[in-house]
């Protein structure tokens, strides 16, 4: 017998967006059922951010010792045991899971439903044995990796960010199709922790970024010595007694080349979690991207909002929750809340890490005329003298009022200093507010005020300027 369920809010996906959504509903008493067909947390949790960097740290350390020598302190090779750092992966998904666990939301008063949902029409969804109609539907379905249509491929055993956190043995060399955040980030994690590693990328690795910062990361990463090919694509992927065979060429011309790999990692994008839902039947207009929205998160149903991944926006954790907030205010106190994408940070977790607020500078010369751009080198910064991490910069893109439009950084830290600045943006805030505030002395953010305080030095040259300061010395 079908379970007949009629709460007010429905949430279709236990990702982080789903999740925010559910319990901030639960906490103001509505009545909300939550459905998800796979783990509790979503990709972020189990297979994305938080396994990522888990590792990440790992490789950093190990790297720290072979570094150690600049600092007077002996250098050695480590002794890396990769099954111990996947358990220390393992142990930090373990340590945050219960926060997103069903025992938790069920305790919060949600119901929680773990099946496949499937709209049956406008109103009503199917997961498992329930029938749910509820007054507004969420979808926040998250997404997969996408696998591309490459000869072979379907052939032999590859690697996803769903799957790679499960090695016990360290790969001897990773090949990994995709040079973007996630590729570049696990391409240098692993190669920190003993492996050799090859990078292919149709296009240009970390194409989103402001270039001149981006290549600055990839010579970091190729001093590493990590392969990266650009501009190359994959004609056919076949096994071999060795391991994995890539047969590649130039998209520029050129002949055929062989890459052969102990393990490849598919890391070429993300397509959204949307093929189960049955959503012709809730009247959902869709495409490959995601659901089709608009600036409130709204479908073409207008019962039903979508979050995350699924409304084909950025693809990151903190704008699946910044949706949800705003679905949040829309469903609950009818608040005319709408994205804004303006201040929206992106940080790469290289090292040094790689983070964008708001519009490149490429960008931005696409939607101002009259720019100044300001910047300021780590080299110049005490503090990155002292830690001997003295590689990167930070930019400034302003318009010719001063307000601050963008703000390009790489540096050790460049995902913390993005809190700032996107609160700077956020706040229309212009270049003589971050010059005038007080920056604590040494640290690594001061790159940003040094460069803003730039905007004012040619100030200081021009001759008006300087028979003002002439005229005030006659007053004594």
Known sequence: MPQFLTPDICVIGAGSGGLSVAAAAATFGVEVVLVERGKMGGDCLNYGCVPSKALIAAANRAEAVRRAGVFGVTPVEP?????????????????????DSVERFEGLGVKVIQAEGRFADADTLIAGDHRITARRFVIATGSSPFVPDIAGLGEVDFLTNETIFDLRKPPDHLVILGGGAVGLELAQAHRRLGARVTVIERATCLAREDSELAAMALDVLRGDGIDIRERHSVDRIEASGEGIRLVTRSVDGGGEAEIMGSHLLVATGRRPNLFALDLDAAGVRHDKDGVIVDDRL????????????????????????YHAGIVIRA?????PAKVDYAALPRAVFLDPELSQIGLTEAEARGHYQDLRVLSWPLAENDRARAEHATIGRIKLVADRRGRIVGVSILAKGAAEMANFWSLALSKKMRLRDVASFVSPYPTYGEIGKRAATSYFADMARKPFVRWIVRFLRTFG
């Not at 039903?304 to 950025?314: L, M, N, S, V």
């Open 331 to 335: 469903m609950l106190f009818r608040l």
């Open 298 to 321: 709204r479908s073409s149903n207008r019962r039903i909002h979508a979050i995350g991944d699924a409304a084909g926006g950025p693809q990151f954790t903190h704008v699946a929750n």
């Open 79 to 99: 002794d890396i045991d990769f099954q111990a750092v996947q358990d220390h992966v393992r142990g930090v998904i373990d340590a945050i899971a219960p926060y």
